[in-house]
C-alpha cells in the first residue's frame, strides 16, 4: 500500500472495497441532493467511512448512526490482556470490554495438561 503512487497514469488501480449495504449507502449519499447541490456550489463535499456525508467539514447526514457504539473502537476485535481486579491473574478479553472473557489463563487448556501430564 505504501507504493500504490506507482500505479499513477497506468492502467490499474485501487479502491476500497466495501459490503453492499455500505456500498449502497454511500451511493446514495453521492447522489443525494444536498450533495448535489453542494458540489454544484463548489463546496467540499466528502463521504466519510462508514457512510457519513459532510460538506465544508460539517457531517449532513449519517447513514449509520450507531456505527461506533455498536462495533467499540476497535473494528478489529482485537484482544487486550489486562489483571483482573480481584485475583491478579491475567485474562483476554474484548479491548474496551471488562464483560467479555474470552479465554482465561487459569482455565486454560494449556493448563489443564500440564497438571494431568
Given amino acids: 500500500m505504501r507504493k500504490v503512487y506507482l500505479l499513477k497514469n497506468s492502467r490499474f488501480g485501487r479502491d476500497q472495497q466495501y ?34 456525508l459532510f460538506i465544508n467539514g460539517k457531517c449532513m447526514q449519517d447513514m449509520f448512526p450507531v456505527w461506533y457504539e455498536v462495533l467499540g473502537s ?22 474496551n470490554s471488562s464483560e467479555t472473557i474470552i479465554d482465561s489463563v487459569e482455565n486454560s487448556v494449556f493448563t489443564d495438561e500440564k497438571d494431568t501430564g
Fill in 19 to 52: 459490503p453492499k449495504e455500505i456500498s449502497s449507502a454511500r451511493s446514495t449519499l453521492y447522489k443525494s441532493e444536498a450533495a448535489v447541490d453542494a458540489r454544484a456550489n463548489r463546496r467540499n463535499v466528502q463521504i466519510r467511512y462508514p457512510a457519513r
Fill in 74 to 95: 476497535d473494528r478489529t476485535g482485537g484482544v487486550n490482556m489486562h489483571k483482573k481486579e480481584d485475583g491478579g491473574q491475567k485474562t483476554k478479553s474484548r479491548i
